[in-house]
């Protein structure tokens, strides 16, 4: 059973489009982070939220940690073909480690 | 300034053999994490070091896997004997304190055949 899990698996939409992504948990977390990652490469932090009910934006790219700090979700507006990629979430542990879930895969088409 | 490094990018190796994976962090981050995806699964913590010190090693999957961090600078993991179940992407990332600059290598593809 995942820790966290993440929704959809997979998305492919046109560029221009907007889209949400998910990331849900039973769990309450201190903290939550969502990454970017590319094939051959690490996932790179877009953002870290701490607060529950924040919102932070990052360009096009809107975050939201739920009020009770056990979701999250991402909103791309007009994405483009370079947001494609694997959006990772991941859960702060009591040391701060990271608790993954499995990904969602997006692909923007041109 | 230098990101994580990881070396090698990839290794292919023989049931049986051994095999040692090298995380350098960045320069003055003192804590060093451990984590693994193996194919379609997600990634999953290992362990993790504040300086030299093991904080927390319970996402080790077995005794085959030792990690070290001799002088709180690099850090080493080594597979012996490694098996078929241990191929997968190892991915090491530091911190300077709490979340503050977590930064991820890209990563060490081991495949064991």
């Known amino acids: 059973t995942q820790l966290l899990e993440q929704s959809p698996q997979f998305l492919s939409i046109q560029e221009g489009e907007n889209l949400t992504v998910y990331c849900n948990s039973s769990?309450?977390?201190?903290?939550l982070q969502w990454y970017r990652q590319e094939p051959g490469e690490g996932p790179v932090l877009l953002v870290t939220?701490?607060?529950?009910?924040e919102v932070k934006k990052l360009k096009r790219l809107t975050f939201q940690f739920g009020d009770a700090r056990k979701d999250s979700s991402l909103h791309i507006t007009a994405a483009q073909t370079g947001d494609t990629g694997l959006y990772l979430c991941?859960?702060?542990?009591?040391?701060?480690?990271?608790?993954f879930g499995a990904g969602t895969r997006l692909t923007v088409k041109p | 300034e230098a990101g994580v490094t990881q070396f090698p990018s990839h290794s292919v190796i023989e049931k049986g053999q051994t095999v040692t994976l090298r995380c350098d962090p960045i320069?003055?981050?003192?804590?060093l994490y451990w984590y693994r995806r193996v194919m379609g699964k997600e990634i999953k913590f290992l362990l993790h070091?504040?300086?030299?010190?093991?904080?927390?090693e319970s996402g080790m999957p077995n005794n085959r896997f030792l990690a070290e961090r001799t002088g709180g600078t690099y850090s080493t993991l080594k597979v012996q004997p490694a098996e078929l179940e241990d191929s997968g992407v190892y991915f090491c990332?530091?911190?300077?304190?709490?979340?503050?600059?977590?930064?991820f290598g890209s990563g060490t593809r081991l495949t064991v055949v």
């Open positions: 320069s003055g981050h003192d804590n």
């Open positions: 991941a859960g702060a542990g009591n040391n701060n480690d990271m608790r």
């Open positions: 070091f504040v300086k030299e010190s093991k904080q927390d």
């Open positions: 990332a530091s911190s300077h304190a709490g979340l503050d600059g977590y930064t």
């Open positions: 939220v701490v607060t529950g009910g």
């Open positions: 769990s309450v977390f201190s903290s």
